[in-house]
């Protein structure tokens, strides 16, 4: 029996939009797009807090084939990217590909038809030559299990499910988390909040941001020249890189520049806050680079503010009326935001329980193994599978450059398949252990494993300890080897 599909991808975000891109490029037009959402977009969708924004510059955070001239600012607010992503959508003509609403549970590889059998949450079944899973890192919600936190008699907000509209007028509000949503969310709370408590447990590197709102003249420049928007993309592409390279990955050879972004950073909070013991609880004490570090002018400042203060005592439980910390005082407020961010170790590695050959389950070999994919793609025993949010796949800072190296490894694995007129692969057991080494063997001069990283909390971390998001090359690497790698890597036609 034919499979149904030519190919499913779980997940409409930005990710999911570029497989979907390059499988209609590839002439695989007949392919589904399953989304739990009622719309596209991803992490665009669903996160619409306010002061939401990239913290890329937008000529970089986008498709470089489908440049937008029109960013209102260097760093575009959330609603652009929103929009941006539904422009895509039309333009290659994705959306009617798309089925909202629609969560997968599953898919087991069926060895007889060669091919992916979809399980769809309450019920159904799709079958489909090729599965995409494009379903995320920062896409399941997590919130702490705090004790009592089901009694707290005011609001509750996810900075994941933003009441639009939420007035935080006269709010006695608290925040917990400090990582880059919040640093994008606290100034917009303060300028509302009657007073606000900010939780940290993890201080963050915040490094000053050069933003500023893209006059017309320059939006029609980029529109009527687009080499000028290319070029443009080209500095901050490779500022980024530098910064990339210098502060993370190469951290034993260039250990004095990294003190250089460290000092910076620490320059920008002294010159920002007031308050010397503040200024001491806001200064990380691991190393710049352990986890993702983020760019605000604002977020510092707020600590100024005489309505706001930065609570350190850990959350011990929450009572009906506010927060009590384990040194034993309440914080009476009556609207707690949740900040705090996503389950990606356990929730998405991977998102849906996925069966390959011989019975093997993904998450348990991950887990059972160590977490790896072949240039961040594709995993033996799994035929025909493209794991698109794999561990070692997040290369550079800017999540397009990731997106658009897969879509190049997409090319040049399904033209191989064609040109020797096949339907199945599946990546080499040695490939894949070669590559594996190559990346645990660069991790060890990274600030990873060389710096001081004890204290970060940082999702770059599995459980296990391992840096396993990243990859660890420049990100022209990653896009060389995307169509230069060894065809022979993977074995084509019926695996035994
Ligand atoms: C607040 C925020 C700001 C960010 N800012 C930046 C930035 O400035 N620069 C940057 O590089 N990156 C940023 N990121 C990271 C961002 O997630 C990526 O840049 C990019 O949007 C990821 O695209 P994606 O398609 O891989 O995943 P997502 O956008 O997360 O999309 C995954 C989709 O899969 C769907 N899905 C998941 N599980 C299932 C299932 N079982 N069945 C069906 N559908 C499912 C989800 O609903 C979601 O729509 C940010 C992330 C967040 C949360």
């Not at 379903?135 to 994941?160: C, E, K, M, N």
């Not at 941001?209 to 687009?226: G, H, M, N, T, W």
Request: with cysteine.
């Amino acid at each position: 029996m034919a499979p149904r599909y030519d190919a499913v991808v779980v997940g409409a975000g930005f990710g999911g939009m570029g497989a979907a891109i390059q499988l209609d490029r590839l002439g695989l037009s007949n392919y589904l797009v399953l989304e739990r959402e009622d719309d596209l977009g991803g992490t665009w969708h669903v996160n619409r807090y306010p002061g939401l924004a990239v913290d890329i510059a937008s000529v970089t955070y986008s498709y470089s084939f489908e440049p937008n001239p029109h960013w209102s600012r260097l760093f575009a607010p959330g609603a652009e990217l929103k929009a941006y992503a539904e422009h895509v959508a039309d333009k290659y003509d994705v959306r009617r590909r798309m089925r909202f609403g629609t969560t997968v549970e599953g898919a087991r590889w069926d060895d007889d038809g060669e091919y992916w059998i979809v399980s769809i949450a309450g019920g159904g079944v799709v079958t489909s030559r090729y599965l995409l899973t494009a379903t995320g890192f920062l896409s399941q919600p997590y919130t702490p299990p705090f004790p009592g936190i089901d009694s707290f008699a005011g609001d509750i907000l996810h900075t994941t499910a933003w009441q639009d509209g939420f007035d935080l007028a006269d709010r006695r509000v608290a925040v917990i988390g400090t990582g880059a949503t919040a640093v994008q969310l606290i100034p917009e709370v303060a300028r509302k909040a009657r007073a606000l408590t900010v939780f940290q447990r993890t201080p963050i590197w915040v490094v000053p941001k050069i933003d500023a709102a893209i006059p017309e003249s320059v939006q029609r420049l980029f529109e009527l020249v687009p080499a000028t928007q290319q070029a443009a993309r080209l500095v901050n592409t490779g500022l980024l890189e530098a910064l990339m390279v210098v502060g993370v990955l190469h951290f034993k050879q260039v250990k004095m520049l990294h003190a250089g972004v460290s000092m910076l950073a620490k320059a920008h909070l002294w010159a920002s806050v007031r308050d010397r013991r503040t200024r001491e609880q806001l200064t990380p004490d691991y190393d710049f680079g352990c986890k993702r570090p983020t760019f605000s002018n604002r977020y510092f400042a707020t600590f100024n503010q005489r309505h706001v203060r930065l609570e350190t005592e850990r959350i011990d439980h929450v009572v009906p009326e506010g927060i009590v910390t384990a040194d034993g005082r309440t914080i009476a407020i009556d609207t707690l935001i949740l900040a705090t961010g996503f389950d990606l170790w356990d929730a998405n590695f991977p998102a849906i329980e996925i069966i390959g050959r011989d019975g093997v389950n993904l998450g348990k070999f991950w887990r059972d193994n160590r977490f790896q994919a072949y240039e961040g793609i594709t995993v033996p025993k799994f035929p025909n599978f493209l794991s698109l949010n794999s561990p070692y796949s997040y290369s550079g800072l800017s999540y397009f450059t990731t997106i658009e190296a897969q879509m190049k490894h997409m090319g040049r694995l399904f033209g191989e398949l064609r040109r020797r007129g096949e339907t199945t692969f599946e990546v080499t057991e040695q490939a894949n252990a070669a590559f594996l080494d190559r990346v645990t063997a660069k991790l060890g001069s990274s600030v990873f494993y060389d710096g001081d990283c004890a204290t970060a909390h940082s999702y770059y971390f599995n459980p296990h300890g391992e840096a396993a998001l990243l990859r660890p090359t420049s990100t022209i690497n990653a896009h060389r080897e995307a169509v230069a790698f060894s065809l022979d890597d993977y074995a084509y036609g019926k695996i035994a």
